[in-house]
């Protein structure tokens, strides 16, 4: 079973513009959620999705936003980026609701703002 | 507030020996999960380990068990017979029973394995 899909792996904006991230979860999951890893911050979550429906939303400002397909698949937007927003942005995906299953997690988007 | 504390930025440990790697959090719930990941240098996140709260019995997955003292709030990990593929960050986190699916995380602690 193929795992937790994150595309692009590598990519470099200027300040100023917007990004959007990808994300195709393990088959058969339906539950998506988004992380920022950074140096000075850690883990940070971001959103979760379920069914197309934002669960759950982190601290972060309006420039993130993300969103669900009907086949799972999610994306996360990045507006008017800032330097603060490079980041690796690692997205994770569960079977089911409940706080029992286990995330699995893909290899991470890599951003850097310049 | 609900925060994880892994005291331990960085540790190191002789190959084939074993070494414990701790974990505290604070929580007022009593139904919750916790769990250790280790991220490599590839940057991707790998489950190590799994513990329910509501289980008295530590979690141990081959050469990986937990030290689960939920009175104390501490989720230790412990490795056993290290070897040079464990070195990575290792991430300790849990995840409450509500509405709120988040994982909540520590700030890591750096293994190092020594040849």
């Known amino acids: 079973k193929a795992g937790v899909t994150q595309t692009p792996r590598y990519l470099i904006k200027t300040r100023g513009q917007q990004v959007t991230l990808s994300c195709s979860p393990i088959s058969g999951h339906r539950s998506v959620s988004w992380y920022q890893q950074t140096p000075g911050q850690g883990l940070q979550f971001l959103f979760e999705?379920?069914?197309?429906?934002?669960?759950n939303k982190g601290n972060f400002p309006g420039r993130f936003s993300g969103r669900q397909f009907s086949n799972s698949r999610s994306e996360m937007n990045v507006s008017t980026l800032e330097l603060g927003d490079s980041a690796l942005y690692l997205c994770?995906?569960?079977?089911?609701?409940?706080?029992?299953?286990?995330?699995?997690f893909g290899e991470g988007s890599w951003l850097t703002v310049v | 507030a609900q925060t994880v504390t892994q005291s331990q930025p960085e540790m190191s440990v002789q190959e084939a020996e074993t070494v414990t790697l701790s974990c505290t959090y604070d929580?007022?719930?009593?139904?919750?999960?916790l769990f250790w990941y280790k991220q490599p240098p590839s940057r991707q996140m790998i489950l190590v380990i799994r513990q329910e709260a509501y289980k008295q019995q530590n979690a141990t997955e081959n050469r990986f068990s937990v030290n689960f003292q939920k009175a104390a709030k501490s989720f230790s990990l412990k490795i056993s017979d290290s070897q040079l593929g464990d070195a990575a960050m290792y991430f300790c986190?849990?995840?409450?029973?509500?509405?709120?699916?988040?994982?909540?995380w520590g700030a890591g602690t750096k293994l190092i394995i020594k040849p």
């Open positions: 994770a995906s569960s079977p089911a609701a409940g706080t029992g299953n286990t995330i699995y």
């Open positions: 986190a849990y995840r409450i029973m509500d509405s709120n699916y988040q994982l909540i």
């Open positions: 999705y379920f069914s197309e429906t934002q669960r």
């Open positions: 929580t007022s719930e009593s139904d919750y999960y």
